[in-house]
């Protein structure tokens, strides 16, 4: 039986597998040296299968270890070592240990042991001993290392068991073609389905993005907009440069303008300096230099700058200290570096913010062509609903997840159409969705949209548009509508907040950025290091509150906000992204990676 494994650090991982008395540890005594003759760092992990000490009885460190050190680190100037008292059950973790390991390093780590793991292996056999192939039960097998008389596969590379030089020239050869794996994120758009009535039970998450994306077509409709408007707008064509930036070629930073052929002509001769906003309207001759400040067009016959702090200047003559490092062009920006006239400034389906509308105002542009901003209709269902600023009557519930779903839609440039709390009745439903569909592109509901009895709403929907009731495998958010209404898209959301908000981030927000025009949008996964176990079920996503942080390491840290619970709506005040673990892992270990959303695109 395999054990699945995943390789946490940036270097490869080979394996050496083979039955007790095959020659593995005789082999790597000889393997080491070699590689290391060739140039190769190399850590080892050796599994033992029974108890073991590496200290000296009598030793200090022994016995600091003994009267209860649960880490003992004894050093000198040639080597450290770190004995860790950790009793499991069962084998050591690889992946724990190849984290104590500094992967920067070293180039290659080689494990003895841990053969039921699926990592990449070299298999050691040898005939005599009449033991069956490990490779017939192991896929993760690379290569073969035997005797003469073994018989091997063909698809399975053979070495010389007694050629420590051909095996060395194997793992260095798969130590230079290993290549780090992409990362595996909790899901992946776009994904195809197999009709559009497929999966309507139990759909992954990237199931649902991908039958709702399919079901939206990019409006095109558009309008210009002046810079002041242009802020959270999509771009509905392309922005054409009319200038080059920079316009001209100028100096990047105060120094001194001269030719590169003239640095073996010093001191030169200092005549004249440049302003930004004026000119040098002369061009220079050789071994002639200006004073010229950042910004400044630098003069014709010039094509090098050097700093004023690496020159001296006395009675107009110029020394250039340091000349020897001086190169051709440095310190020079050209016309057009940046962005060339008639160029591409801003591609159509860009969505608009501070850098971009700066960037325009920087091309002397003053207004844009962009995709009309899509309208969203929201409304409640649920006599157990309460108006905020009303008092709340016996048995009923405020409603936030109204007020949640307009502010993550306004955060996404939409125009908002609140239509309020609408009672459980079927006349009223029909005459508020009729009047929903026909003055917004997005209608969207929460509550009422279970997989279970029938609630009023379904059988509206039912009587209106083409709705599809779905269970997606994730929590929180696990039922949810989607369909047409006249020429709107409809999403019935769950009724509990946080799934409201969850379901909007995944579902919702993807609808709306591709009507708006905007393309190839894909949602963030930033990597993070789990402070804490995470909890989860095989078979669907799991999506948990979290607070994430920059470590000390340097490296990204997030820890869940506690409980977990889909109507608590503090845990998403508390937090600042989710934690997004997908359907295969069942939860996720302190200190293994996992995958996290930051709240800062619309929350």
Not at 119 to 145: M, T
Not at 574 to 590: D, H, R, T, W, Y
Request: some cysteine; overall charge negative; proline content about 5%.
């Amino acid at each position: 039986m395999s054990v699945p494994f995943s390789n946490p650090l940036p270097v490869p991982v080979l394996g050496f597998c083979a039955y007790s008395g095959t020659g593995k540890t005789t082999l790597l005594k000889q393997l080491i040296p070699e590689l290391n003759r060739r140039g190769l760092r190399l850590a080892v992990i050796k599994h033992a299968h029974h108890n073991f000490d590496v200290d000296i009885p009598g030793k200090d460190s022994y016995e600091m270890r003994k009267a209860g050190a649960r880490q003992m680190l004894v050093a000198s100037h040639v080597r450290w070592a770190l004995m860790t008292e950790d009793a499991v059950d069962g084998d050591p973790k690889l992946d724990h240990l190849l984290r104590q390991i500094e992967a920067d390093k070293v180039d290659i780590v080689l494990v003895e042991g841990f053969k039921k793991l699926t990592l990449p292996k070299i298999e050691l056999h040898r005939a005599a001993h009449g033991k069956p192939f490990i490779h017939e039960q192991d896929d993760n097998i690379v290569a073969i290392a035997c005797c003469d008389d073994t018989k091997t596969p063909a698809e399975l590379k053979r070495l010389d068991l007694n050629n420590v030089g051909q095996i060395a020239d194997f793992v260095v050869e798969y130590q230079q073609s290993w290549q780090q794996p992409a990362a595996d994120l909790p899901f992946k758009l776009p994904q195809a389905l197999d009709s559009d009535n497929a999966y309507q039970q139990g759909l992954s998450v990237a199931q649902g993005i991908t039958y709702v994306l399919n079901s939206i077509n990019a409006t095109s409709d558009s309008e210009q907009c002046s810079l002041d408007e242009l802020d959270n707008r999509v771009l509905a064509a392309d922005v054409i440069s009319p200038v080059n930036v920079p316009q001209q070629t100028n100096s990047a930073m105060d120094g001194y303008a001269f030719a590169y052929d003239s640095v073996s002509q010093a001191p030169l001769k200092v005549v004249g300096e440049v302003f930004a906003g004026h000119e040098y309207g002369k061009t220079l001759n050789a071994s002639e230099a200006v004073r010229i400040m950042t910004g400044a067009p630098v003069p014709a016959g010039a094509d090098t700058i050097m700093p004023r702090e690496l020159t001296k200047e006395e009675n107009s003559e110029l020394s250039l200290l340091e000349a020897e490092s001086i190169k051709a062009g440095q310190h020079v920006r050209l016309a057009g570096e940046d962005i060339a006239k008639d160029a591409v400034a801003l591609k159509a389906g860009t969505r608009m913010s501070a850098a971009e509308v700066g960037l325009m105002a920087s091309l002397g542009l003053s207004q844009a062509k962009v995709s009309k901003a899509p309208t969203i209709a929201v409304f409640s269902t649920g006599d157990e609903v309460s108006q905020p600023g009303e008092p709340l009557q016996p048995n009923c519930i405020y409603d936030s997840n109204r007020y949640t779903i307009k502010t993550m839609a306004k955060r996404l440039g939409c125009k908002v159409i609140d239509l309020g709390i609408i009672e459980d009745n079927e006349d009223a439903l029909m005459q508020t969705l009729t009047q929903a569909s026909e003055q917004a592109d997005i209608v969207i509901s929460s509550g009422g949209v279970s997989v279970g009895n029938a609630d009023y709403i379904k059988t509206a929907l039912a009587k209106l548009g083409a709705i599809n009731f779905w269970r997606i495998n994730m929590r929180p958010g696990r039922p949810l509508a989607v369909g047409k209404l006249n020429n709107a898209t409809f999403f019935g959301l769950p009724g509990n907040p946080v799934a409201v908000m969850v379901s909007f981030l995944q579902f919702v927000q993807p609808a709306v950025r591709k009507l708006a025009g905007e393309q190839n949008w894909q949602p963030t996964f930033l990597p993070a290091v789990a402070d804490e176990n995470l909890r989860s079920r095989e078979g669907r996503t799991e999506f948990l509150r979290g607070i994430y942080h920059v470590g000390n390491d340097g490296k990204l840290h997030v820890k869940s906000t506690g409980a977990q619970g889909s109507g608590m709506l503090n845990s998403m005040v508390q937090g600042n992204c989710l934690i997004v673990i997908g359907e295969q892992p069942k939860s996720v270990a302190a200190g293994n990676m996992v995958f996290i959303q930051p709240f800062a695109d619309v929350l």
